[in-house]
């Protein structure tokens, strides 16, 4: 079982375009996708999931879609901090939080600290989120690898990419250095246990062997 499975949600916009709805349609489904797969998660015994709700980059999209995306954050961490709680799901939010709505950061810091003892899943919602904004930071303290680790987090084991997209587009960069990939066409509302399910197995078939040779 991969121990840190990191996800790249994509495919939001070409849902709801699909559909003739708007964008924002397309991220409330995906949000619904977000509560499936931690619960997935956790069941399945995946230690720790990392999911890309925010990038720094993705501040440059249409104000109304960001107002969108935050009220979207805010629901859930409203919405889904009792049910991650019963479900020992321990939530972090890592990112840069200076840019984020103010009303959002005690929204979180409650969150963080309700779920502080969760011991089953933790998961991780990368929120205004840069992986070369975050190396930069760490790399400040941090003089060797494993201080590196200790900043920025685990190292991924599986990293999953909807929507047919295959770049990591600064997400984990340093913690993906010997990441297994799986790239799915599957849009992002449309995943689910099963396509969690598939990732793992694909993952389970691979063999790692970071940079050694094949066991004798
Ligand atoms: C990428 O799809 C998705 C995002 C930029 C946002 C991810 C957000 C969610 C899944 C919903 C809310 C999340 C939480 C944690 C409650 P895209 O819009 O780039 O899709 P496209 O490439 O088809 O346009």
Redesign the pocket.
């Known amino acids: 079982m991969p121990r840190h499975v990191a996800i790249i949600?994509?495919?939001?916009?070409?849902?709801a375009t699909a559909r003739s709805l708007p964008?924002a349609a397309?991220?409330r489904q995906?949000?619904q996708?977000?509560r499936r797969t931690v619960t997935a998660a956790c069941e399945l015994g995946v230690g720790t999931l990392t999911?890309y709700?925010?990038s720094s980059d993705?501040w440059k999209r249409p104000r109304a879609e960001v107002t969108a995306?935050m009220m979207?954050?805010r629901r859930?961490l409203v919405q889904e901090i009792e049910e991650c709680r019963r479900e020992g799901v321990r939530l972090s939010v890592i990112g840069r939080r200076d840019r984020l709505p103010a009303d959002l950061i005690p929204l979180i810091e409650s969150a963080e600290s309700t779920t502080m003892a969760g011991n089953r899943l933790h998961l991780r919602?990368a929120v205004d989120y840069s992986s070369r904004d975050a190396i930069l930071a760490a790399a400040v303290h941090a003089r060797t690898r494993e201080e590196m680790t200790a900043a920025l987090g685990p190292d991924v084991d599986l990293l999953i990419r909807t929507?047919g997209e295959q770049r990591l587009s600064d997400y984990l960069l340093w913690e993906c250095a010997y990441a297994e990939f799986c790239f799915t066409d599957q849009?992002?509302p449309d995943f689910n246990r099963g396509s969690l399910e598939a990732a793992i197995a694909d993952f389970q078939g691979r063999e790692r062997r970071f940079g050694a040779v094949p066991a004798a």
């Open positions: 949600m994509d495919g939001n916009g070409r849902w964008r397309g991220h995906g949000a996708a977000v999911l709700a925010f993705n995306l979207l954050f859930y919602l929507a849009l992002w």
